[in-house]
């Protein structure tokens, strides 16, 4: 009787096993971009890399552009494909190596550069021109300025950020990490210096119904 029951117990599990699916690992997809995205790759031999997230209850395929894609790690074999080719007349003005210090450049600065000064100077600027402006046009001037200022000021590196030190005698890496640098901290100061502008309004009606 026992073995009877552990018998089903077996099956059980066995059926519930099959129902899940694609159960392997699940394959690492770096962007150019410095992305990482976890999925299961299907298919890589048309411009359009096919993949399926992992745990899909639906197995819902999704496509992404190949030219997006630097490299694909497979989770089973660890083997990686290199998806990014050299090809200046594509716009892939790097060399392999160098697009891989670019790709680490944007990584650090994704994940480390956080412009708290241009936040806090956003956020007085907004709350000034609010204040000062009240509900009025005039009074977004002074925040989409100095958000459009953000854009050319050099990045400074947070060493804090930088995963090999080595790494920022690569130009290729001090462009990655410039280019996400000034798009975070030109959102940023958007973003901040809204926020400031409201509360600059909402504080310039008080003043006046005082």
């Given at each position: 009787?026992?073995?009877?029951?552990?018998?089903?117990?077996?099956?059980?599990?066995?059926l519930?096993?099959?129902?899940?699916?694609?159960?392997s690992?699940p394959?690492?997809?770096?962007?150019?971009?410095?992305?990482?995205?976890?999925?299961?790759?299907?298919?890589?031999?048309?411009?359009?890399?096919?993949?399926e997230?992992?745990n899909?209850?639906?197995?819902k395929?999704?496509?992404?552009?190949?030219?997006?894609?630097?490299?694909?790690?497979?989770?089973?074999?660890?083997?990686?494909?290199?998806?990014?080719?050299?090809?200046?007349?594509?716009?892939?003005?790097?060399?392999?190596?160098?697009?891989?210090?670019?790709i680490?450049?944007?990584?650090?600065?994704?994940?480390?550069?956080?412009?708290?000064?241009?936040?806090?100077?956003?956020?007085?600027v907004?709350?000034?021109?609010?204040?000062?402006?009240?509900?009025?046009?005039?009074?977004?001037?002074?925040?989409?300025?100095?958000?459009?200022?953000?854009?050319?000021p050099?990045?400074?590196?947070?060493?804090?950020?930088?995963?090999?030190?080595?790494?920022?005698?690569?130009?290729?890496?001090?462009?990655?990490?410039?280019?996400?640098?000034?798009r975070?901290?030109?959102?940023?100061?958007?973003?901040?210096?809204?926020i400031?502008?409201?509360?600059?309004?909402?504080?310039?009606?008080?003043?006046?119904?005082?």
């Amino acid at each position: 009787m026992r073995i009877f029951i552990l018998f089903l117990l077996c099956t059980c599990f066995a059926l519930r096993g099959f129902g899940q699916g694609n159960d392997s690992k699940p394959d690492t997809i770096l962007f150019n971009s410095g992305k990482i995205l976890v999925a299961h790759v299907l298919d890589t031999s048309s411009d359009k890399i096919e993949i399926e997230k992992p745990n899909s209850s639906k197995h819902k395929k999704v496509e992404i552009d190949r030219s997006a894609v630097f490299s694909i790690r497979y989770g089973s074999t660890g083997r990686e494909l290199l998806v990014y080719t050299y090809d200046t007349l594509i716009g892939n003005d790097f060399t392999i190596p160098e697009a891989r210090m670019f790709i680490a450049g944007e990584q650090d600065a994704q994940r480390g550069f956080h412009a708290t000064g241009t936040t806090i100077a956003a956020f007085l600027v907004g709350a000034a021109g609010g204040f000062t402006g009240g509900v009025s046009i005039f009074s977004f001037g002074a925040p989409l300025l100095y958000s459009g200022l953000m854009a050319y000021p050099r990045i400074k590196i947070s060493h804090k950020s930088v995963k090999n030190l080595n790494n920022v005698k690569s130009d290729p890496y001090l462009y990655g990490y410039d280019s996400v640098g000034r798009r975070k901290r030109v959102i940023k100061s958007l973003f901040w210096s809204s926020i400031g502008l409201i509360v600059g309004m909402v504080a310039n009606i008080h003043y006046l119904q005082q």
